[in-house]
């Protein structure tokens, strides 16, 4: 240590005040990865910091495993240390580091839990039928993603091939023509639960250590011909965005909302006294231009309820694991978190950059942010999730 030290200054509007902090993993000039919370515009140091080699690994997994009470105390020690000066080699500016994904995901699983978009989608996908199969309003539909395509924000994506039906009927195998967009909310386990036992929905906090944003790049053409009657497959696996900054849910006590009305009234392993929604608004940049402002308070399915359906067959939870939300639409046209809904299976073409466009083309940028009420007088911000499409590698 050099003896120096610094004031981190954070501005009264910033998204990044003390009462968010966010974990991430990165690298400083030069440096190997480890983990670090972002405050203001700078990120602290968390191995200079805080005397632990558990924070000096290039996940968080460790940290996340300590339990709900470790990672208390940790913020409570964080949230001291940001008052006071800090040794110089410990702060470094989040213009200057690189970022990785700030855990190591063992399983990946994704929901359809907005009621909006499963309806959209249900129009869309099957114009002649109920837009909600059967099964909707009594358990959170949701299926097993691949964990291994899991990619940190910044990551470019490259255009997937697969089989899609043409006109005559007959399918043919190319480069994904409706490539498309999820804006989801991601929640990443911190706590372990054992096989055999489900987590029930008051436990919810015992084992989520907080969100993320994500988005699950989806090619339409690919999943359309694909995905009965075992869901979604190559359509979906291809690349899922998540952003580098995961904010705890101890920073997020103040955006607790009460669910909508659910009818019918959900089976009992389903219900718990403290189930709540998330009042998170997020948007969707496309090339720069604002498309959409999808509401996460409107969510039909909480995240306990989620997590109480994924284990409630005795699948057991490990730290680092991801679920997702589904892509999460509001009832109006500009709160719609995918292309194809915002374009209406491609028949309305969205203005972005002064053109009409429906689906993704090669080269476009996809930012997705959010922000949700913090704790002080200020909204609190999660950081963002962004990719740039790149052109298929044809066979
Ligand atoms: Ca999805």
């Known amino acids: 240590m050099s003896g120096a030290t610094v004031r981190v200054d954070v501005p009264d ?7 968010n902090m966010p974990y991430g993993v990165f690298a400083p000039p030069g440096g190997e990865f480890r983990a670090g919370v972002r405050l203001g515009d700078s990120v602290l140091d968390l191995p200079a910091l805080l005397d632990d080699p558990v924070f000096a690994r290039p996940d968080l997994n460790s940290f996340l495993a300590q339990g709900p009470a470790a990672r208390r105390v940790v913020r409570e020690k964080l949230r001291e240390l940001a008052e006071s000066p800090l040794p110089a080699d410990a702060v470094h500016a989040v213009e200057a580091i690189r970022m990785t994904l700030p855990v190591r995901i063992g399983d990946y699983v994704d929901f359809y839990a907005s009621i909006d978009h499963a309806t959209n989608l249900g129009r869309l996908f099957r114009p002649d039928a109920e837009p909600l199969l059967p099964n909707w309003r009594h358990l959170p539909v ?3 993603g691949r964990a291994g395509t899991v990619v940190v924000s910044g990551t470019p994506v490259v255009r997937p091939c697969g089989q899609h039906r043409t006109d005559s009927g007959t399918p043919e195998f190319g480069p994904s023509r409706r490539l498309d967009i999820e804006a989801e909310l991601g929640f990443v386990v911190g ?18 250590f907080g969100v993320a944003l994500v988005n699950d790049w989806s090619a339409r053409d690919i999943q359309a011909w694909e995905y009965q009657p075992l869901g979604p497959f190559l359509g979906k696996s291809f690349a899922t965005s998540l952003s580098a900054w995961i904010t705890p849910l101890a920073a997020l006590t103040r955006a607790r909302v009460p669910l909508p009305p659910q009818v ?27 498309v959409s402002r ?19 067959n005795g699948a057991s939870i490990r730290p680092g694991d991801l679920y997702a939300s589904g892509t999460i639409s509001g009832p109006e046209p500009g709160q719609r978190g995918s292309f194809i809904e915002l374009s209406w299976g491609g028949t309305e073409p969205v203005i972005v950059g002064g053109a009409e466009r429906t689906f993704l083309a090669d080269g476009d940028e ?10 002080a007088s200020r909204p609190i911000g999660l950081g963002e999730v962004r990719g740039t499409v790149l052109a298929a590698h044809e066979p």
């Open 13 to 19: 509007d910033s998204l990044f005040g003390p009462e």
């Open 142 to 144: 949701g299926y097993h």
């Open 191 to 208: 706590t372990a639960s054992r096989r055999g036992e489900p987590v029930p929905v008051d436990e919810f906090a015992d084992h989520v």
């Open 264 to 290: 019918p009234k959900p089976l009992p392993y389903l219900r718990g006294t403290d189930d709540t929604g998330l009042d998170i608004a997020l948007t969707v940049t496309w090339n720069g231009d604002t």
């Open 294 to 312: 999808p509401p996460y308070s409107r969510m039909y399915w909480s995240p306990a309820q989620m997590l109480a359906h994924l284990t409630a």
């Open 366 to 375: 996809v930012t997705i942010t959010a922000t949700a009420p913090g704790t």
